[in-house]
C-alpha cells in the first residue's frame, strides 16, 4: 500500500483508496472512525499508512466518539476526518449536529458510506437528509477519480466556511475501482494550540442561540460556493429535454443517455439554486436521476415553483424513477419511454434450470456455530426469544440455527433484551460480538442491572472486529500507528457493570459452554456467558492457523446426518448416502466431532 | 473501443484477485478501466460478482445485462445463474468445479448436475468454454492457482483487447515471487484450452 504514499504516478485505486489519498494531499492531521462497510477499506489502509504521512488514526470505540475525536482536532487548528457507514452517522448525528453550530478552525471533512440496496446494512437511508438538518454542505462523488479530487475540496469549503463538510458516498462508489492521477501531498499539520472560545464553543442556549443565527449566515455563503462550483457543471448537447443527476448514477445516464444536456451535481448541500432555475428555463422536461430518496427532486421542484416554472419534473414523485435500491445501467436503458436512450446488445434468457441459493454463511470452524448450538441446547425444547445484534453473527439467522428474533442496531440486542425480558415470561437469550459490545453494549448492560431485568447475556467474543475486515477493537488492544495499548479484558467490566453470575469459556469445547449457557439460563437474574475463541479466518490471514482436518469413518457413520443438519458447516457436506469433509475448508475446530452421535468424525491421520 | 468483463463466483474463490489483474493490465496498457467489486457480508460463502470495464471513454462501474463481452464464472452454477449479463454474441468461461452450498446440504435447493449447467449455457450462447481449472491447476504444480488458469483463458478469448504478456505481468505482479514458475505454467495450461476451442 506504499503506492499511496507516492508524490506522483497513475494508480487502479479502489474508491476507499482514492479517499484515503485524498486525506494524504489534503494533509490531513488526524482521522478517526469505527468501521462499518462500504467505509471499512479506508481504516484498514489508515492502520499503516497514517504514521508514514504524518497523520493520527484511530479507531474509535463507537461513531459519536470518532466525531467528537475529530471534532475536537479541527476546533484546534488540525484537518480532520471523521468516517463511518450511514447507520453510524446517526450514532455519531448528536455530536455532528452541534458541531454544526460551533463550526471548526481547520477543515474538517465527515463521510457517510451509504449502502443503497442494503448490500451490508439494516437499510438503506438517505444520509444527504443530514447535511439538510445540520444545514452542512455536502458533496457527493461520482467515480474513485472524483472522490478523490473532492476530499481535497472539501477541506478548502470547510474551512473557507469553518464548518464540517459532508463527503456523501456510495457503495458503488466506495467499491468501485477507477484509475487515478497522483498529485504532490503536503506534510499535514497534526499539532496545534486550542484557543479558548466559550462563547462559540460553549453552546449554553444564550450562546447556541447566535451560533444558530450564524448558522443561517454560513448557508447563504455556502449557496454563493455551490452557484460557483464546478462540481456543478452541464454536460452534453444543448437538448428540449434535461436530466439532472448525482452520485454514481450520473455515470450511467453519462454513457447511456444519447444526445442529452446533464447537469452534473456534486456540490449537493446546498442545491445551487440559480444553475438549477437557468437550466429548468431551458427545458420542456427535466428527469431527475438520484438514488434513493427523491433528495434534489424535491429540491428542483421548490425552486420551479418559487420561480414560477413551467417545466415539467420527471421523477420519484412521478413514479416514472424507483425510490428503493441503488440504481444501474439497466435502470437507464428501461427509461426509453421518457428519455433518448442507447441500444444495447439483448441479454440471452436465463434457461429455466432450477439453482441452489447461496447466501452468505458463517465460515468453516466459525466459533459462532458453537455458541449457537449451545444456546440452542441450554434453551431446551420450548427454546427462547432470541435478541441479537450487529456482527457476523447476524448470520445466525438462517436455517438451522435460526437464533436471531430481532436486530436493529448496535447495542441493541442488550437493550432489547430487557424490553422482552419484561413484558414476557419467555427465555430471553441476547447475542453481541465483542467489538459492539464495547461500541454500544455497555450503557444497555448497566441499564438491565440497575433496572433488574432477567435474561441472558451471550457474549460473542471472537477477538476482533470480523464482519469488516478484522479490525482491532479495546478487547485486543492497539498495535498500529507506532501505538500500543494493552487488551482490556472483558469478565472485570461485565462484573463492574454489575452482573454477578458471568463466566468465560471456550466455544470449541461444546461441553463446557453448553454447560455454563444451563446454568445462565437457569440463574435467577441477570447472567452473561462470554464464549470467547479469536477468528480463524483472522488467525489465517496472520498465519498462526494451526488446524488438523478431520475426517469421517464411514464404517462408523450411520448417517444419522446430525452433523450435516444441525452444525451446517461449509466443509461438512452430503456426497451421495456419505457425509464428508473438506479437508480444504476444514480448520479442525472439532465441533462436528463432539456433534457426532457415534464418534465417527475425528482428526484425519 | 469498450470492453466488457463480468466476474462471478463464490466468496474466497479469488474473483476480487482476478478483476484487479484485469483492470491493471488494462492501466498499463494506457487504457481507462471501471471496476465494481463485492466487500463485506456477501464474501462470506456467498455469491459474489464483479465487473471489469476497460477502453476509452468508460465511466460506469456496472455493466447492463446483455451488455458484458465476456463472463468469467469461477463456479459452474453461479456462471449460470448470472448468464444474462452476456449477449449471444459474447463469450463464456467457466470453471467446471463445483462448490455446493450449505443451503443443498440443509435440504433448501439442490445443486444440478455439472452436464445440466453446461448444457443450460450452450442452449443460450454458443460461444461457451468449460474448464476443469483445479485439475489444471494441480497439472500446473499448485490446486491454488486455479486462478492463474481461469486468468490464461481470457486472455486467449478472440476479441479479448489486451496481449496475453500485458496480462501474464499483471497476474504476475499480483503473486507472491516463489510462485511466480507455477503461476507461469497454470496460466498457459488455461490460455491453451481456449485456444484450442
Same mark, same amino acid.
Given at each position: 500500500m506504499d503506492r499511496l504514499l507516492a508524490d506522483s504516478g497513475r494508480l487502479l485505486l479502489l474508491g476507499n483508496e482514492a479517499i484515503t489519498r485524498g486525506l494524504i494531499e489534503a494533509g490531513v492531521g488526524l482521522a478517526a472512525t469505527y468501521p /462499518?462497510?462500504?467505509?471499512?477499506e479506508v481504516g484498514k489502509l489508515l492502520e499503516d499508512l497514517a504514521a508514514p504521512a504524518g497523520m493520527y488514526f484511530e479507531y474509535s470505540v463507537n461513531e459519536k466518539v470518532a466525531m467528537e475525536v475529530a471534532g475536537a482536532a479541527a476546533i484546534s487548528g488540525v484537518r480532520s476526518f471523521a468516517f463511518m457507514k450511514h447507520v453510524g452517522v446517526n450514532v455519531a448525528s448528536d455530536a455532528l449536529l452541534t458541531l454544526a453550530y460551533t463550526g471548526v478552525r481547520a477543515g474538517m471533512v465527515v463521510m457517510t458510506a451509504d449502502d443503497p440496496s442494503c448490500h451490508s446494512s439494516q437499510s438503506e437511508q438517505d444520509n444527504r437528509y443530514y447535511a439538510k438538518l445540520g444545514l452542512l454542505p455536502m458533496l457527493e462523488p461520482s467515480s474513485p477519480a472524483e472522490a478523490r479530487d473532492m476530499v481535497v475540496e472539501a477541506y478548502r469549503i470547510s474551512e473557507l466556511l469553518s464548518v464540517p463538510v459532508i463527503l456523501r458516498t456510495t457503495t458503488r462508489v466506495n467499491h468501485a475501482r477507477g484509475v487515478v492521477d497522483l498529485h504532490k501531498a503536503p506534510r499535514p499539520v497534526a499539532k496545534s494550540t486550542f484557543e479558548k472560545d466559550p462563547k462559540r464553543f460553549v453552546t449554553v442556549p444564550a450562546n447556541a442561540r447566535t451560533l444558530r443565527i450564524e448558522q443561517l449566515k454560513r448557508m447563504e455563503h455556502a449557496l454563493k460556493l455551490s452557484e460557483t462550483s464546478t462540481l456543478n457543471h452541464i454536460i452534453g448537447t444543448t437538448s428540449r429535454v434535461g436530466v439532472i443527476a448525482s452520485g454514481v448514477s450520473f455515470t450511467y445516464a453519462r454513457e447511456w443517455l444519447n444526445d442529452v444536456e446533464i447537469l452534473k451535481? +456534486?456540490?449537493?448541500?446546498?442545491?445551487p439554486e440559480e444553475k438549477v432555475r437557468k437550466f429548468l428555463a431551458s427545458k420542456e422536461k427535466v428527469v431527475i436521476i438520484e438514488e434513493l430518496e427523491p433528495y434534489l427532486e424535491d429540491e428542483v421542484r421548490r425552486i420551479a415553483q418559487q420561480y414560477h416554472l413551467n417545466v415539467d419534473i420527471l421523477g420519484k414523485r412521478t413514479g416514472?424513477?424507483?425510490?428503493a435500491f441503488e440504481y444501474s445501467p439497466d435502470l437507464i436503458l428501461s427509461l426509453k419511454d421518457i428519455l433518448p436512450v442507447k441500444s444495447e446488445r439483448l441479454p440471452v434468457s436465463q434457461p429455466d434450470t432450477p439453482l441452489p441459493p447461496r447466501p452468505p454463511v458463517l465460515c468453516a470452524g466459525c466459533p459462532h456455530r458453537a455458541s449457537f448450538y449451545a444456546a440452542k441446547k441450554a434453551a431446551g425444547p420450548k427454546g427462547a426469544i432470541y435478541s441479537t445484534d450487529i456482527g457476523?453473527?447476524?448470520? /445466525?439467522?438462517?436455517?438451522?440455527?435460526?437464533?436471531?428474533?430481532l436486530t436493529l442496531c448496535m447495542g441493541s440486542s442488550i437493550g432489547a433484551a430487557g424490553g422482552f425480558a419484561q413484558v414476557t415470561d419467555q427465555k430471553v437469550i441476547a447475542f453481541i460480538g465483542d467489538s459492539t459490545f464495547f461500541h454500544a453494549g455497555i450503557p444497555p448492560l448497566i441499564n438491565a442491572v440497575y433496572n433488574k431485568h432477567d435474561f441472558v447475556l451471550v457474549?460473542?467474543?471472537?477477538?476482533t472486529t470480523a464482519m469488516t475486515g478484522h479490525q482491532p477493537n479495546p478487547g485486543v488492544g492497539r498495535e498500529h500507528g507506532g501505538i500500543e495499548t494493552p487488551a482490556l479484558p472483558l469478565e472485570p467490566i461485565v462484573r463492574a457493570c454489575g452482573v454477578d453470575h458471568v463466566r468465560t469459556v471456550d466455544p470449541y469445547d461444546l461441553k463446557t459452554t453448553v454447560e455454563a449457557m444451563k446454568e445462565a439460563v437457569a440463574h435467577d437474574g441477570m447472567s452473561v456467558v462470554i464464549a470467547e475463541h479469536p477468528c480463524p479466518l483472522l488467525k489465517r490471514k496472520e498465519g498462526k492457523l494451526t488446524r488438523s482436518a478431520y475426517g469421517i469413518d464411514q464404517d462408523k457413520c450411520?448417517?444419522?446426518?446430525t452433523c450435516v443438519s444441525r452444525l451446517?458447516?461449509?466443509a461438512i457436506s452430503k456426497d451421495g448416502e456419505n457425509v464428508v469433509i473438506d479437508v480444504t475448508m476444514c480448520? +479442525?475446530? +472439532?465441533v462436528c466431532a463432539q456433534v457426532c452421535p457415534k464418534s465417527a468424525i475425528g482428526v484425519r491421520e | 473501443m469498450k470492453y466488457n468483463i463480468q466476474l462471478v463466483g463464490v466468496g474466497g474463490q479469488g474473483v476480487l484477485l482476478a478483476s484487479t489483474v484485469l483492470g491493471n493490465a488494462a492501466v498499463a496498457e494506457g487504457m481507462e478501466a471501471a471496476m465494481s467489486e463485492v466487500h463485506g457480508m456477501?464474501? !462470506?460463502?456467498g455469491s459474489v460478482q464483479c465487473s471489469v470495464r476497460i477502453g476509452r471513454e468508460i465511466y460506469s462501474p456496472l455493466i447492463p445485462k446483455g451488455g458484458a463481452d465476456l463472463l468469467l464464472g469461477f463456479e459452474p452454477a453461479e456462471t449460470l445463474r448470472s448468464? @444474462?449479463?452476456?449477449?449471444?454474441?459474447s463469450y463464456i468461461i467457466t470453471n467446471t468445479a463445483p462448490v455446493v452450498p450449505i443451503s443443498v446440504s440443509i435440504g433448501q435447493g439442490t445443486y444440478p448436475p455439472l452436464e445440466e449447467i453446461l448444457e443450460a449455457l450452450r442452449s443460450v450462447n454458443d460461444h461457451v468454454v468449460a474448464i476443469d481449472a483445479t485439475a489444471k491447476a494441480i497439472e500446473a504444480? !499448485?490446486?491454488? @492457482?486455479a486462478n492463474a488458469v481461469l486468468i490464461g483463458a481470457i486472455a486467449a478469448v478472440?476479441?479479448?483487447?489486451?496481449?496475453k504478456q500485458r496480462v501474464l505481468d499483471a497476474l504476475l505482479a499480483a503473486v507472491p515471487a516463489k510462485a511466480r514458475d507455477v503461476n507461469v505454467r497454470a496460466f498457459d495450461l488455461g490460455y491453451q484450452e481456449v485456444r484450442r476451442e
Open positions: /462499518g462497510t462500504p467505509s471499512s451535481l +456534486g456540490f449537493t448541500s446546498p442545491v416514472h424513477l424507483p425510490r457476523c453473527y447476524t448470520l /445466525g439467522v438462517q436455517p438451522p440455527m435460526q437464533c436471531a428474533d457474549i460473542l467474543d471472537n477477538r450411520v448417517r444419522c446426518y451446517s458447516c461449509p480448520i +479442525g475446530c +472439532g | 456477501a464474501q !462470506r460463502g448468464v @444474462t449479463s452476456v449477449s449471444k454474441d504444480g !499448485r490446486a491454488i @492457482t478472440k476479441g479479448f483487447p489486451l496481449s
